[in-house]
């Protein structure tokens, strides 16, 4: 690996972060607070949230196995991901490198702070190889992202091929974990003691069925999660959220519970589907969704807009032609989209 400082944009390794009030007095013992120019009425709702969000990461950091210090959140993963590239990338400089398809937001930050985006089309089953990805790479090379379980095709990469990666990648690699919750497979949190270059991306978006609180997880080294804390908004998670995620901890079984009866659904959906006479094939998926291939994505997609049920439609992606994604949602919403389906006459 290249050293981090070889990594980090110049700007940002001699940045000096902006120093809030709360960042300059973050002990607990004072109980007059007239230093952040906030209004004393109207608490708790007054003050300005922990701008290092202490108490969260320290539940999270037990749930995860992991450091508080190797914690950085962010306004959904999504946060984590722009800032990866702020951080590392030299705009109009620097590449990444992702795997085809996968999920876009990638292509966007890229796109947003002009870094090449470099992509490596995945094989027919959707596996991807370490030596492609190195192969489209160059010195300028900072970050590479994988995304295991791959949205949209739903499968784990392989693990091997992900360590392959690890080992021979003198930059970063992001592993998005968004639906790690929904495989078997042990997460890559694991490898982090291991793997200063490695970065997993998890988000309360999916299982913990927090999508509107905007909470997002970088796992990586110390020092990279320091670049990514210096260059964050001061206050980019609201107490709001802070306190919510508290909360959902502290239902950890809950989660476990929806989980399984979403794995559950999940089996009988697809074995419902693949009898449908629209399905053409069914992928397998480790995720809270699948992806079928039918006789006419856009036809079926725009019956089911008729009927109130929404999928997505990813017939214009790489490798996914007349494909649709679908979420597994309760039991009846399933049934409602098998239902509408049994009655689409081609
Ligand atoms: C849904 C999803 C996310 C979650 O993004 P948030 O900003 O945390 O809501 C991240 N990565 C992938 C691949 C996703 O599909």
Redesign the pocket.
Known sequence: MKTLEELTRPNIWALKPYSSARDEYSGKEASVFLDANENPYNAPNNRYPDPLQGDLKRKIAVVKKVLPEQIFL??????A?DLLFRAFCRPGIDNVVAIEP??G?YKVCADVNDVEYRNVRLDAEFRFKAGDMLAASDGNTKLMFL?SP??PTGNNLDRKEILALLEGFGGLVVV?E??ADFSDEPSFLAELEMHPNLVV?Q????AWGC?AI???MAFASPDVIGILTKIKYPYNINRLTQEEAIRMIGQHYQVKLWVKSLLEERSRMIGEFKKLKCSRHVYPTDANFFLAEVSDAKSIYDYLVDKGIIVRNRTNVTLCHNCLRITIGTRPENDALLEALKQYKD
């Open positions: 962010g306004n959904g993963s999504d946060e991901i996968t999920y937001m995304c791959n949205n998005d968004a639906y991306l988000t309360f978006s999916k999508a905007r909470l997002g």
